[in-house]
């Protein structure tokens, strides 16, 4: 199922010719395999709406509420300053729900010997201080790190929550999507990079953190939900509140016992 979420992360348009309204929805890639699954089972049962999915980024997502071109922004960061001056020019009242949690994952090629990292590490790793994985145990062997590209929520959230707001190392490589994250890692023995847990397959490895001193704690979800697992956050949907006619069957249903239950079995943390 996460191969095939993987496989359709760029675009996904859920059309239904009989319906007579369409609820636009776009940008956290993060949240665009929740969203899809989430459309898919909404659209079956839905009478009068389908459900239009695109991904992008969270700013994408936002910069197009702003500018009308969506009716739901996906976010996986809260809104920046700058953002909600926009919003204010624009006249726009805007709603956020927070519709689930999501699990940030450092991986590796499955090849390494590495399976744990403190918080330092990552921030020494991420920022180009430790270059070679020999430097926190490992073998002889260059690191190449990868991340997301500024728009993304998620790169956001990992270098303020995880490398402490500095910045990456030049030598980082910038990618659109998670799932080239996941593909590029996949076949770069000596690659690290960061994921959402819904993200997770075979062909990369998952690294226990240790925060503060604490245990070394591996990223799944019982551990995030019971709080030992550090690196969560919570996963938004912005609109205008002039849609909410229109938008609030959806929101109402992904915010329902089987909407939340798709939220767990997609690999998220429910928020009900």
């Known amino acids: 199922m996460r191969n095939w979420l993987i496989l359709t992360a760029a675009t996904l348009l859920i059309s239904a010719a009989a319906f007579g309204q369409t609820v636009r929805i776009m940008g956290s890639d993060t949240t665009l395999p929740l969203t899809q699954k989430e459309a898919e089972v909404f659209n079956k049962t839905s009478k009068g709406t389908s459900i239009a999915v695109t991904g992008g980024g969270s700013g994408v997502g936002i910069a197009a509420?702003?500018?009308g071109t969506t009716d739901i922004a996906m976010?996986?960061?809260?809104?920046?300053?700058?953002?909600?001056?926009?919003?204010?020019?624009?006249?726009?009242?805007y709603k956020q729900v927070e519709i689930a949690k999501d699990v940030l994952s450092v991986i590796v090629h499955p090849s390494n010997k590495i399976s744990r990292l403190t918080r330092q590490q990552l921030e020494d790793i991420f920022t180009g201080k430790i270059t070679n994985w020999k430097q926190?145990?490992?073998?002889?062997?260059?690191?190449?790190?990868?991340?997301r590209e500024t728009s993304s929520g998620t790169y956001e959230f990992f270098k303020d929550h995880v490398?402490?707001?500095?910045n990456f190392a030049r030598?980082?490589?910038?990618?659109?999507?998670?799932?080239?994250?996941?593909?590029?890692?996949?076949?770069?023995?000596?690659?690290?990079?960061?994921v959402g847990l819904a993200y997770l397959n075979k062909k990369v490895k998952p690294i226990s953190?240790?925060?503060e001193g604490k245990g070394y704690v591996e990223p799944t979800l019982q551990n995030a939900q019971t709080g030992q697992y550090p690196i969560t956050r919570p996963l938004y949907y912005f609109y205008n509140q002039k849609r909410e006619k229109l938008v609030n069957p959806?929101?109402?249903?992904?915010?329902?016992?089987?909407?939340?239950?798709?939220?767990?079995?997609?690999?998220?943390?429910?928020?009900?």
């Open 65 to 67: 509420l702003i500018e």
């Open 75 to 93: 976010s996986s960061r809260p809104l920046k300053f700058y953002e909600k001056l926009k919003i204010q020019t624009a006249k726009i009242t």
């Open 136 to 147: 926190v145990g490992g073998a002889d062997m260059r690191i190449i790190v990868y991340t």
């Open 163 to 166: 490398m402490n707001k500095k």
């Open 171 to 194: 030598t980082a490589l910038s990618l659109a999507a998670t799932g080239a994250v996941i593909q590029s890692i996949s076949q770069t023995k000596g690659a690290i990079g960061y």
């Open 209 to 211: 953190v240790s925060y």
């Open 250 to 272: 959806f929101i109402n249903f992904i915010l329902s016992p089987k909407g939340q239950q798709i939220v767990k079995e997609d690999g998220y943390i429910p928020v009900k």
